[in-house]
């Protein structure tokens, strides 16, 4: 029986018991990470101090978030949600068919996405910095910059369909527990 139809003993439906998964800093990481994302796309060239500025403060997040991935509490660390690449390929499987078990945590293919977003978004600092060197080779590194800056479009929408697409499955609003840290148990 899911905690959706539960009934207490009169009858009545119950509301399912909410658990705390996502401490308070992962969810001010991540939607700060949002915010400061979109801030760096939008000013680019067209605002070049300010692009910087956004580029230290993303580095900073990073840096408390990999610190976090080791010290946090057990849902934020890496321990808890990254897996192999075969348990990996075995999850995105079973969601593809229908039968992915529920996660409380990350899934093993957010696990996977988190880490393939925070290596893209160190990816794109490095080279961030690299630029305001002005290094001989930095108008190169300019380009492979901007070229990983794009990449991270298609892997952000995926990330989103991955959250859509596991709330769906599994008749939960991630985007919401992203909010308030709460996940029905």
Known sequence: MSDLSRTDDSGCA?????????????????????????????????AEGAHIAIGY???????????????GPRSARFSDFVKTPSQVRQFIGESLRGTAPRSL???PAGGFMILALLGLIGAISATGYFITTEAP??????????????????????????????????????????FTGEKHK
Do not use: C, Q
């Open 14 to 46: 119950k509301a399912p018991e909410m658990v705390k998964v996502w401490d308070p800093f992962v969810r001010l990481f991540h939607w700060s990470l949002l915010a400061l994302v979109l801030a760096a796309f939008a000013t680019g060239d067209e």
């Open 57 to 71: 403060a993303i580095v900073m997040l990073l840096a408390f978030r990999i610190v976090w991935g080791f010290i």
């Open 105 to 107: 945590g990350h899934n």
């Open 137 to 178: 080779g930095s108008h190169a590194m300019k380009e492979l910059h901007e070229a990983i800056s794009y990449a991270l479009i298609p892997l952000a929408a995926l990330h989103v369909g991955g959250v859509l697409w596991s709330s769906l499955a599994h008749r939960e609003n991630l985007v919401r527990a992203m």
